[in-house]
């Protein structure tokens, strides 16, 4: 499991507050990835990161932001403009798919609970 | 936009039963289809995957079939087992608009029944 690591486990936040949820990955993998994980949703992409200091909009990235300062760490805010932000964040790291392995590695995930 | 659906988005079946879990995407340049398993609390790892330039690949007890003219790939999953039982996630990637963009189906949570 290890190799890609997101902390905390657990995070609670006051509505309007602004939170950063850590993602961390020491597999040398060139793409990272944020998604958000709601029942019966599935895994929906949030940003998508294919080197460093280039990220890319997925589906719901409004009220998201995102950082790719090091090959190893792409973090993402949550922003007090997100409309829903309670859910389960996963964050994913892959090999450049274009030259080698196509999978995704994850992390295990963040819970956020903003009330 | 691209797109995957996913059916169904729950199955129940019996132990040594098989299970057979369906895909349609939307971008038919997308050229790589991963299946992902979730156990309970757990974090989605990959179970198999497969390339737009084969049409079927097979391991041990699973194995998942693409069909490209009709932007269907399916997981067939033989001899059940209790084990068996969580939500199998499937993706595709590789579209037009952007290669890395890895879009995932809404889930289909299997049980099996003992």
């Known amino acids: 499991d290890g190799g890609i690591t997101q902390s905390p486990k657990y995070l609670f936040r006051k509505e309007g507050q602004n939170v950063t949820l850590s993602c961390e990955q020491n597999l040398n993998h060139d793409a990272m990835y944020w998604y958000r994980q709601d029942p019966g949703q599935g895994l929906r992409l949030i940003y998508y990161?294919?080197?460093?200091?280039?990220?890319q909009k997925g589906d719901i990235a409004e009220g998201y932001s995102v950082s790719r300062e090091k090959k190893e760490s792409f973090p993402l805010t949550v922003t007090s403009a997100q409309k829903n932000p309670t859910a389960f964040y996963l964050c994913?790291?892959?090999?450049?798919?274009?030259?080698?392995?196509?999978?995704?590695?994850f992390g295990p995930g963040t819970r956020l609970t903003v009330t | 936009g691209e797109n995957v659906e996913q059916h169904p988005s729950t199955l129940s079946v019996q132990e040594g039963d098989s299970a057979v879990i369906k895909c349609t995407y939307s971008?038919?340049?997308?050229?790589?289809f991963p299946w992902y398993k979730q156990e309970l609390g757990k974090r989605p790892q990959l179970i198999i995957d497969i390339r737009s330039n084969v049409g079927e690949k097979k391991d041990q007890r699973i194995a998942v079939t693409l069909n490209k003219t009709a932007k269907h790939f399916s997981l067939h999953i033989t001899e059940t087992q209790p084990e068996d039982s969580a939500v199998y996630f499937c993706a595709a990637s590789g579209f037009k608009t952007s290669y890395d963009k890895v879009i995932f189906g809404p889930g289909t949570s299997l049980s099996v029944i003992p």
């Open positions: 971008d038919s340049a997308s050229n790589y």
């Open positions: 990161s294919q080197i460093v200091n280039d990220f």
């Open positions: 994913a790291s892959s090999q450049d798919p274009r030259r080698k392995s196509y999978e995704q590695y």
